[in-house]
């Protein structure tokens, strides 16, 4: 599948080594490799996560296109006759410019590294900016409401969750479970408050954490993996970015809006708004976790890192409620 794939870009990636990188492509299910050359890493092939259409993948490409000028948003690569999306193997797959970096924020969690990612995200957002403005209820809220429905209805139909592939998951789910069960019933009354406000709608990330962002030193080099991209209001990426750099910190987590702010980000809402997707974000998430690993049988290949994941969010949830 791989070679197929790659030799649709022909004198594009000759000469390249393709290493993989294990579970690069994150909780997605997608699979990443490097291309390199004795000068270092040059591309990144990707294989996207089953279920990707080539339509989804064309969408998300046009998107990192309206913002390339960018420095740290990845080069797609075209295909020799033109496209940048590639089906072999049942899969769709894509080449872009391997970005510079680590994403090792959690490692030095300076002030000024802080500030640059808020910023980088200001500047991503201003490219998306729709030339007529668009309003409209904040789709995070509505997904949010929907999982919390979801969750209505496997706590209805049992009292535990549904055993993982992985034993060592069987704990965290069980504390998952737990926690969301304390929890469920706040983040939706403070979520059906804010449902029907208006907000202002843009292309956002919808899935920007500590680790889709790179750093050399202390400035951003590469914002990576677009997949999630759809129209939202900046108040989810923002709080997606904030909540897993800063946690509960709320000192850093306003220190990070206002680097936003001033650096031309547009966030017409109260901070309270953005603490509030964040922290029923967490919830959510515990809820996205254990459909996953329990009821659709998800097995990732690192599960100690979906372990730690799922520990992080509960004990977020546990120590801070809805909001």
């Avoid at 279920?51 to 913002?67: F, S």
């Avoid at 089906?87 to 410019?97: E, N, P, S, Y």
């Avoid at 904040?138 to 049992?158: F, Q, T």
Wanted: hydrophobic share 45%; proline share 8%; net charge neutral.
């Amino acid at each position: 599948m791989r070679s197929a794939a790659l030799a649709r870009y022909g004198a594009a990636v000759g000469g390249l080594r393709w290493v993989p990188l294990g579970a690069g492509g994150g909780f997605s299910g997608a699979r990443v490799w490097r291309g390199e050359d004795d000068r270092g890493p040059a591309l990144a092939l990707k294989a996207w996560p089953d279920g990707t259409t080539p339509d989804r993948l064309a969408a998300v490409h046009r998107l990192m296109m309206w913002a390339v000028h960018l420095p740290f948003v990845p080069v797609v690569i075209p295909t020799t006759d033109g496209p940048t999306v590639v089906t072999a193997g049942g899969r769709v797959w894509d080449v872009c410019r391997w970005m510079p970096g680590a994403a090792d924020f959690h490692a030095n969690p300076t002030p000024a590294r802080l500030a640059n990612a808020c910023a980088a995200l200001a500047q991503l957002h201003r490219a998306w900016r729709p030339a007529v403005p668009q309003w409209g209820p904040c789709p995070a809220v509505r997904r949010r409401l929907e999982l919390l429905a979801r969750w209505r209805e496997l706590a209805a139909s049992r009292p535990g969750p549904a055993p993982p592939r992985h034993p060592v998951l069987e704990a965290p789910l069980r504390r998952a479970w737990q926690a969301v069960a304390a929890a469920a019933d706040g983040a939706e009354r403070s979520l059906r408050e804010a449902e029907a406000r208006p907000v202002s709608l843009r292309p956002c990330l919808c899935d920007v954490w500590g680790g889709h962002v790179l750093f050399t030193g202390d400035a951003v080099t590469g914002v990576i993996d677009y997949g999630a991209a759809k129209d939202d209001h900046v108040a989810v990426d923002l709080a997606r970015l904030l909540g897993d750099m800063v946690g509960d910190d709320d000192g850093r987590f306003a220190a990070g809006l206002a680097a936003y702010r001033a650096a031309g980000g547009e966030l017409d809402v109260p901070d309270a708004f953005v603490r509030l997707l964040d922290r029923t974000g967490a919830v959510c998430g515990l809820i996205n976790w254990l459909l996953r690993l329990g009821d659709e049988g998800y097995e990732h290949p690192d599960p100690a890192a979906v372990e730690a994941r799922v520990e992080r969010l509960v004990a977020r949830v546990l120590a801070n409620g809805p909001a």
